[in-house]
C-alpha cells in the first residue's frame, strides 16, 4: 500500500468520542446563535475531503467533521480491517481546511451492546453499487442517520464522487423528516484525472498508470452522449476501452442524474456511473451529461 504522507505540522483541533460531549458542544455553539454544518468521513483525509469542509465552511458558522469507519457498511469479504487509519494525520489535515471540531466515535459509542435497528432506504438503492454490495447501503444509511441525529448540522455535505449515496442521504432526510439540508460537493481529481479516494493507495504503481482511464472514458462517453449518440452505442465503446485497459467493469449505466433511472436511446441529460476492479482494488466515478468539460 502506497504512503499516505505526511501530516501536517502546525494545526490542531479538539476531538470529541461521546455524543454527549458532542452535543454539549454544539449547544455551547447554538447559544450564540451559531449555524452549523457536518462533513462525515472515513478518515484517510485527503485533498477531496478537505474541500468538503472548505465548501462547509463557506456555507455554516462552525464545521464538525466526523470519522468512523462504519462497520455496517462493509460486505463481509471487503477492506474493513485493511481500510487506512490514522486519526493524528487526518486530524490535522481537518483542522487545515477548516473544521472546528472532529467527532472521532469508537464502535462501542456508534453500536452499543444490543443495537438493534437498521435504516433501509429502497428503489435509489436498487442496482449500481447496490447490487454489488448487499447490504452497504443500509449500513450507509444507519450511519449517516445518526450521526445527523447526534450532531444536528444545519447542512451537511456529501461529495458527488459517491453519487449513488448522495441521492440515498437525500431520500433518507427527506424520508424521515430529519431537519438538514444535504448538499453535494464537486469530484476533486488527481492532474490526471483519478478522482480522489482512499482506495487509491490500494493501486501498484502500474495499476495507478492505467486508472486514469477510468475518468478519460466515461467523460469519452459522456462528449458521445452529448453529441447524440445512443447510450448503449456509447457505452458498450466505453466498456471495450476499459477492458482492453485491463479493469474489470463491475457496472457502467447512464442513470437519470435525479432519480437513477435506467436511460436509453438517445438523452439530452444523464450521469454516467461506473465501477470497475484495477486489480484487487475496486475504483468508482461518474460524470455528468452533458459534461463540464
Ligand atoms: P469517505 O471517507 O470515503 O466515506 O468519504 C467521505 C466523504 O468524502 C463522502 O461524502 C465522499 O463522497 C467524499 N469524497 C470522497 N472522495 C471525494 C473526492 N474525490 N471528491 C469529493 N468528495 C469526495
Given at each position: 500500500?502506497?504512503?499516505?504522507?505526511?501530516?501536517?505540522?502546525?494545526?490542531?483541533i479538539e476531538t470529541v468520542r461521546t455524543v454527549a460531549?458532542?452535543?454539549?458542544?454544539?449547544?455551547?455553539?447554538?447559544?450564540?446563535?451559531?449555524?452549523?454544518?457536518?462533513?462525515?468521513?472515513?478518515?484517510?483525509?485527503?485533498?477531496?475531503?478537505?474541500?468538503?469542509?472548505?465548501?462547509?465552511?463557506?456555507?455554516?458558522?462552525?464545521?464538525?467533521?466526523?470519522?468512523?469507519?462504519?462497520?455496517?457498511?462493509?460486505?463481509?469479504?471487503?477492506?474493513?480491517?485493511?481500510?487506512?487509519?490514522?486519526?493524528?494525520?487526518?486530524?490535522?489535515?481537518?483542522?487545515?481546511?477548516?473544521?472546528?471540531?472532529?467527532?472521532?466515535?469508537?464502535?462501542?459509542?456508534?453500536?452499543?451492546?444490543?443495537?438493534?435497528?437498521?435504516?433501509?432506504?429502497?428503489?435509489?438503492?436498487?442496482?449500481?453499487?447496490g447490487a454489488s454490495r448487499p447490504d452497504h447501503f443500509?449500513?450507509?444509511?444507519?450511519?449517516?442517520?445518526?450521526?445527523?441525529?447526534?450532531?444536528?448540522?444545519?447542512?451537511?455535505?456529501?461529495?458527488?464522487?459517491?453519487?449513488?449515496?448522495?441521492?440515498?442521504?437525500?431520500?433518507?432526510?427527506?424520508?424521515?423528516?430529519?431537519?438538514?439540508?444535504?448538499?453535494?460537493?464537486?469530484?476533486?481529481?488527481?492532474?490526471?484525472?483519478?478522482?480522489?479516494?482512499?482506495?487509491?493507495?490500494?493501486?501498484?504503481?502500474?495499476?495507478?498508470?492505467?486508472?486514469?482511464?477510468?475518468?478519460?472514458?466515461?467523460?469519452?462517453?459522456?462528449?458521445?452522449?452529448?453529441?447524440?449518440?445512443?447510450?448503449?452505442?456509447?457505452?458498450?465503446?466505453?466498456?471495450?476501452?476499459?477492458?482492453?485497459?485491463?479493469?474489470?467493469?463491475?457496472?457502467?449505466?447512464?442513470?437519470?442524474?435525479?432519480?437513477?433511472?435506467?436511460?436509453?436511446?438517445?438523452?439530452?441529460?444523464?450521469?454516467?456511473?461506473?465501477?470497475?476492479?484495477?486489480?484487487?482494488?475496486?475504483?468508482?466515478?461518474?460524470?455528468?451529461?452533458?459534461?463540464?468539460?
Open positions: 500500500m502506497r504512503n499516505l504522507g505526511p501530516a501536517p505540522m502546525t494545526t490542531e460531549d458532542l452535543r454539549a458542544r454544539v449547544s455551547a455553539w447554538r447559544a450564540r446563535g451559531g449555524s452549523l454544518a457536518m462533513v462525515p468521513t472515513m478518515g484517510a483525509i485527503h485533498e477531496g475531503h478537505m474541500s468538503l469542509v472548505r465548501q462547509a465552511k463557506g456555507l455554516a458558522g462552525h464545521v464538525v467533521a466526523s470519522i468512523f469507519v462504519n462497520p455496517l457498511q462493509f460486505g463481509p469479504s471487503e477492506d474493513f480491517e485493511a481500510y487506512p487509519r490514522g486519526e493524528a494525520r487526518d486530524a490535522a489535515l481537518l483542522a487545515e481546511a477548516g473544521a472546528d471540531l472532529l467527532f472521532a466515535p469508537g464502535a462501542g459509542e456508534m453500536y452499543p451492546e444490543g443495537f438493534a435497528t437498521t435504516v433501509h432506504v429502497a428503489d435509489i438503492t436498487e442496482g449500481l453499487c443500509d449500513g450507509v444509511a444507519t450511519v449517516v442517520a445518526k450521526l445527523l441525529l447526534q450532531c444536528g448540522p444545519d447542512v451537511a455535505i456529501f461529495g458527488e464522487k459517491d453519487y449513488q449515496q448522495l441521492l440515498v442521504i437525500k431520500r433518507l432526510v427527506r424520508d424521515l423528516n430529519i431537519p438538514v439540508k444535504i448538499v453535494g460537493g464537486a469530484i476533486v481529481r488527481e492532474p490526471d484525472g483519478l478522482a480522489l479516494s482512499s482506495r487509491n493507495a490500494y493501486l501498484s504503481a502500474e495499476e495507478r498508470e492505467t486508472a486514469p482511464l477510468l475518468y478519460a472514458t466515461i467523460q469519452q462517453a459522456a462528449h458521445a452522449l452529448a453529441a447524440g449518440h445512443a447510450t448503449e452505442h456509447a457505452l458498450e465503446s466505453a466498456r471495450a476501452a476499459l477492458e482492453a485497459a485491463g479493469f474489470r467493469v463491475d457496472y457502467l449505466e447512464a442513470r437519470d442524474p435525479e432519480t437513477l433511472a435506467r436511460l436509453s436511446g438517445s438523452v439530452a441529460t444523464a450521469r454516467i456511473l461506473v465501477a470497475a476492479f484495477l486489480g484487487k482494488t475496486r475504483l468508482i466515478d461518474n460524470v455528468p451529461v452533458p459534461p463540464r468539460a
